[in-house]
């Protein structure tokens, strides 16, 4: 009966369309939002004047943002476009901050206070080159702005953006700096002719008259890139890389200087960088593990300071009053930073020397920006942001870390999930304490809030400890699977856990294999994997990740794999540095200890089993025979099918590795098919039932395949952006490919239409999106597949008989008789990333997700991309849930998960089931964090969060008194009719 | 099969769309063309955006104008003027990305023939635009409105449906009985009692109490 009423409630509930609206006093009760900007590439601070302090910065997302300077909130911020890199920012009279992006081309202007665009203006140029951006001096009498990008230097007005003079410098030179001495008019221009000749130009900054030009031929050469020494001066490397070469210009003369790398640094060791303190006289030489500090005499000759202990960045230099000028010099020193202040004029006159305390490990300082300012008693005090490896943001001011920002969780590479841990006694990462007190004064809080007496701030102080309360940030294990730890890669190379709950980082973790070392240069991390997923009998056991990244970004680079204990965050074993890693394969079988077997395919087509025990092995060769594999050589369009053969042939003998033989290959024609997209279905996704009800009785069976790829190739010139091709030369060909065979299941074309391709594939259906040139709008379209070879089992006469295939095992060797449904729908915006609820069994109808171009999350009901919609379906059909056919997709408002919220620089969404089969969670990430809880069949199986507990008792107390007056009044009148 | 369906109707907005261009007034120019491309010029148009974007600041400045899905990312200036620079000649698709508006994306040709002619036309409902001026079609509203405390919405929900039909098994029954002549429903009830139909006291406790009391 339960079940039944169960079923009917479903269906009633399935039948209308659900959208998961929320009530606008809901935000923040089952999602939260998190904002970022990303590593900090320049900084600015504004804090001559009385008021709000602030720093202006330009991140590597292509973030310029104003943040608070005493807390390091974002005041504003706008996330340019993917192409549109930042080069340089800076502050112009005082109320705008100016940057100059997209290589020079781009220079805009944005309203200090509150990020309003004031003015944008257009560079053009003749050649791609370098780009420098030259703010003179902070008053408001200067309004002159100097650009150089695409080879010519711009003056610009920065009250409205005007171009003032325009010069193209010579066609052969390579500009390295741009350089205003202090109250200078003149702007000098240096950079190389060729290889070998250094060239110089001086220019007038009112007029852009050019006033001199000098070039000189240097005897060794120049190499990589030139660093300011003082106004006049400048150090580069040659052209072998082993002396340093200093130009001085004088009197429009230029006079080299060199000398041999080994005066300056003692073992030379790796390469040595040049650090640049702009116009400090003076330069640093960073050899990994300690810097050298040099300073150029007036001759040119290089004087060699001191040395650090350790690796260090230098700041920029800063004009202090009276003539004096400072700069900074950071170094980290175990788990401490010092900060070092010093006097340009006097290298032994510290201004300050400070020594702070970090606990948490941050790597390397990368960059600091120094700012000054006033004291109380009249002396100068001194704040420095403070750029470190990982990513983040500090801000050091008076022997202390005054706030931080982790801005390594906007560089998102990959996120997996992870449980918490049961509720035991003594079993919690970090416990949420509790005294008594707090509990008393939460008590009186809530009381006064029944009274009415409390004021705003204790409102929102209730409604803080109602949060607490409800439990969702516990570290712990709950009923409904609604918390968990969302473990997540940067690309600093750091791994974050966070709490589904309140999106607190639970731990943080730079991880050692992925930092810079010897033999390892620039390590990339690619992805995370479930390695350990303790339940069952490995319960003691903590849960880990698996960690692969590469040294460098070409595939053949040696791979780097690591496991991470999610409860720690501690590197359990670390295997270091591998063969290279072309793809890895999770495999479907655990160990005893429930360690997963993973295949990682090297670029030899060699597989290495992991982890490598004896008993991993064993249950390999078990299931050697039934491993396949495939892998998409987009470059070259071949798909291929791959198993294993034997072991490897290898110098060095390796059990844990195989060698693997090509079974099939699908090679596209070049000159008319490129892939750009290929989509499987999630490993790990449930199907809840292999058939489908339509209307009239009838019964579809789904082909539900774990080996099916979905690949979309276009025609090649078609490939770019729209508008790169006409819509009779373009068109778009998806298939459906089995990859243990090769099997071409299906293949449709679309006619002038074009990518990008954004494609889902669940269940037994793909939704793809795209863009259609004839109509000039984007498209979505859906692919249904239906097993036709299992058709006639619905005839009952004959499963009676026993004349059915239903146990006959599904292999993808037996030839399919497929049928597949298909339509396309037109859809509005242009779509970003789409991703499909998941839920725990598979019953629950399925939305999609649609990241748009605005950065929101619209959750569509997977009903609408129906291929079988029709414009007037019939009673049954409608009774079924099928909704009329229309030409596009509804964009119902209600229904964006994100509600008012943006996700800014959306990349990715992630969907996590939870035991609630109901619900889904969402996490999306890109420059922002965003994460809620969506139950795309309305949550049936509990009650709702606003569910009235309140109207429930007063119903059942009504109800008793009702029974008791009744009965009263029943004893009443009995007695009246007896005495009668 | 749907596809088909889907082209030929396409093929009919083509159509459609060529038949418009051809009466639509002269295209507008709004570009300044040289060696790298052209420039696209125009404007976005909230109505009553000065006086509702008082209450969230700085709402102006977070408008996004995309061009061809992001190739080009441009801002509103203070009056709401965007403009894109070095676009080649061909038709492209702006987006005006702004919370709490829908805009329809617009197609927008830039002719290769007549350098510095822009012609414009919004895909949502296929109409042309005279200048470049964007509108939003529609205001989003992301919240469900919740509904203010009503006696209605109290009796509607499952425990008021409860309570009523008490109120009604407790007032209205007892009088409804009242109304029926005794001697009948004395009648009616041997009637039933011979027939062997479950009795209307055995349904309804409080009329068969009555009844009881009664017999």
């Known amino acids: ?980 | 099969m749907g596809f088909q369906k889907i082209s030929v109707v396409a093929n009919m907005i083509q159509l459609l769309f060529l038949i418009g261009f051809f009466l639509l007034p002269p295209a507008f120019a709004s570009t300044s063309g040289n060696a790298d491309g052209y420039s696209i010029n125009g404007r976005v148009k909230i109505p009553g955006f000065g006086t509702k974007g008082l209450g969230l600041p700085g709402k102006i400045s977070n408008v996004k104008v995309i061009l061809n899905g992001g190739q080009i990312v441009s801002f509103l200036g203070p009056d709401g003027y965007f403009s894109f620079h070095n676009v080649l000649a061909g038709t492209h698709l702006i987006e005006v990305s702004a919370m709490g508006y829908f805009f329809s994306p617009v197609r927008v040709d830039v002719s290769a023939r007549h350098p510095g002619k822009v012609q414009a036309a919004l895909t949502e409902n296929r109409r042309g635009l005279n200048e470049l001026v964007l509108e939003p079609l529609s205001e989003e509203q992301y919240f469900e409105m919740r509904e203010p405390f009503s006696v209605m919405s109290l009796v509607k929900s499952p425990m008021g449906m409860m309570i009523g039909f008490m109120v009604f098994a407790m007032v209205l029954m007892p009088k409804l009985m009242e109304n029926i002549d005794p001697e009948e429903m004395k009648r009616a009830q041997e009637e039933m009692r011979s027939q062997g139909v479950p009795s209307l006291s055995s349904l309804l406790p409080g009329a068969g109490a009555a009844a009881a009391a009664r017999s």
Not at chain 1, 738 to 745: P, Q
């Open chain 1, 1 to 980: 009966m339960a079940i039944r009423v169960f079923v009917v409630l479903f269906i009633l509930l399935s039948s209308s369309y659900t959208i998961s609206s929320l009530y606008e006093d809901q935000v923040g009760l089952m999602d939260w939002h998190q904002q970022y900007i990303g590593k900090v590439k320049h900084a600015v601070f504004h804090t001559q004047k009385a008021g709000r302090k602030r720093v202006v910065v330009s991140t590597e997302e292509n973030v310029v943002a104003s943040l608070d300077l005493r807390r390091g909130e974002i005041y504003w911020r706008h996330v340019l476009g993917a192409g549109d890199v930042i080069d340089q920012i800076d502050i112009a009279l005082g109320k705008y901050v100016i940057t100059l992006s997209s290589a020079g081309s781009t220079l805009r202007a944005w309203n200090l206070p509150d990020g309003q665009m004031a003015w944008e203006s257009s560079l053009s140029g003749s050649k791609p080159s370098n780009s420098f951006l030259l703010v003179p001096g902070k008053s408001e009498k200067d309004t002159v702005i100097i650009a150089y990008g695409n080879g010519c230097l711009h003056a610009i007005s920065s009250v409205d953006g005007e171009l003032l003079w325009k010069k193209e410098l010579d066609e052969g030179i390579e500009i390295q700096q741009l350089v205003q001495p202090f109250g200078s008019e003149l702007i000098y221009a240096v950079g190389y002719i060729g290889s070998s000749q250094f060239a110089a130009y001086q220019i007038n900054a009112d007029t852009g008259d050019l006033l001199k030009y000098e070039s000189e031929a240097s005897p060794g050469g120049f190499s990589g890139e030139i660093v300011l020494v003082s106004g006049e001066t400048f150090v580069a490397f040659d052209a072998t890389q082993t002396h340093l070469v200093s130009v001085k210009i004088r009197n429009g003369k230029i006079s080299f200087q060199q000398t041999h790398i080994s005066n300056i640094v003692d073992n030379l060791s790796g390469k040595a960088t040049l650090l640049q303190s702009k116009l400090a006289g003076i330069f640093g030489v960073n050899v990994g593990t300690y810097t050298t500090f040099v300073k150029v005499t007036d001759e040119g000759q290089f004087v060699v300071l001191s040395k650090t202990s350790h690796a260090a960045a230098l700041s920029d230099v800063l004009p202090i009053s009276d003539g004096h000028f400072a700069f900074s010099i950071i170094q980290l020193d175990g788990d401490k930073i010092q900060q070092t202040v010093k006097d340009v004029e006097d290298w032994g006159n510290d201004f300050l020397i400070e020594r702070i305390d970090m606990t948490e490990k941050r790597g390397l300082v990368h960059k600091v920006f120094l700012n000054n300012y006033i004291k109380t008693d009249r002396s100068y005090g001194f704040r420095a942001l403070v750029v470190m490896e990982d990513h983040s943001l500090l801000l050091l001011q008076q022997g202390e870390i005054v706030w931080t920002r982790e801005d390594g969780l906007a560089s998102i590479i990959d996120v997996t999930t992870s449980e918490l841990p049961i509720e035991k006694q003594g079993v919690s990462v970090a416990k949420v304490e509790q005294t008594l007190f707090e509990w008393l004064k939460g008590h009186l809080l809530k009381v006064k809030g029944t009274l009415m007496l409390a004021t705003p701030d204790e409102v929102a102080e209730i409604q803080k400890i109602r949060l607490q309360s409800s439990g969702k940030s516990k570290m712990t294990r709950d009923h409904n699977g609604f918390r968990k730890l969302l473990i997540v890669l940067s690309k600093s190379g750091k791994i974050f856990a966070l709490h589904t709950g309140d999106g607190r980082i639970v731990w943080s973790q730079l991880l050692r294999s992925l930092q810079k070392s010897e033999g390892c240069e620039f390590p990339v991390g690619l992805n995370l994997y479930h390695w350990q997923v303790p339940h069952h009998h490995a319960l003691d056991e903590n849960p880990s990740v698996l960690v692969v990244g590469r040294c460098g970004s070409k595939l053949d680079n040696p791979g780097v794999l690591s496991v991470v204990d999610v409860y720690t965050g501690n590197e359990v074993n670390p295997w270091g540095h591998v063969h290279s890693i072309s793809q890895v394969v999770p495999l479907p079988f655990t160990d005893s200890t429930e360690q997963r077997l993973h295949l990682l395919i090297d670029t030899h087509g060699n597989a290495h089993l992991y982890p490598t025990n004896t008993e991993a092995l064993e249950i390999f060769q078990r299931e050697f025979t039934n491993v396949y594999w495939y892998s998409v050589e987009a470059d070259t369009g071949i798909i291929k099918g791959h198993t294993l053969k034997s072991t490897c042939t290898l110098e060095v003998e390796d059990k844990y590795c195989f060698s693997s033989r090509d079974l099939w290959s699908i090679v596209f024609p070049s000159e008319s098919e490129k892939i750009i997209a290929t989509v499987t279905r999630k490993p790990n996704e449930v199907v809840h039932t292999q058939a489908k009800v339509m209307a009239e009785q009838e019964l579809m069976y789904k082909y539900i395949s774990k080996n099916l790829v979905f690949v979309a190739t276009v025609t090649p010139k078609a490939s770019g952006e729209i508008g790169s091709a006409t819509p009779d030369e373009s068109q778009l060909v998806v298939y459906l490919i089995d990859t243990v065979t090769g099997r071409i299941l299906n293949r449709m074309v679309h006619h002038g239409s074009q990518g990008p391709v954004h494609a889902v594939f669940s269940e037994n259906w793909v939704v793809y999106h795209y863009f259609n040139l004839r109509a000039h709008r984007y498209e979505m379209s859906v692919i249904e597949i239906y097993d036709q070879s299992r058709a006639d089992n619905k005839d009952v006469l004959k499963l009676i008989v026993g004349k059915h295939n239903l146990t006959s095992p599904v292999s993808s060797y037996s030839r399919p008789e497929i049928l597949t449904k298909s339509q396309s729908y037109f859809f509005a915006h242009t779509v970003k990333v789409v991703a499909v609820t998941s839920t725990a069994k598979g019953i629950t109808s399925r939305h999609l997700l649609i990241g748009t171009v605005g950065d929101q999350v619209l959750a569509l009901d997977k009903r609408f991309v129906d291929p079988r919609r029709t414009a007037n379906p019939t009673q049954a059909e409608r009774e079924e849930g099928l909704v009329p056919l229309t030409d596009s997709l509804p964009i119902i408002p209600q229904s964006y998960v994100t509600h008012g919220l943006k996700v800014e620089g959306l990349r990715g969404i992630v969907t996590i089931p939870t035991k609630l089969e109901s619900t889904s969670l969402v996490f999306t990430y890109g420059v922002d964090l965003f994460f809620t809880r969506i139950a795309p069949s309305k949550t049936y199986d509990s009650l709702t969060e606003d569910f009235s507990y309140a109207l429930l008792l007063i119903t059942i107390f009504v109800l008793l008194v009702a029974i008791f007056v009744t009965w009263y009044l029943s004893e009443k009148k009995e007695l009246e009719e007896k005495w009668r």
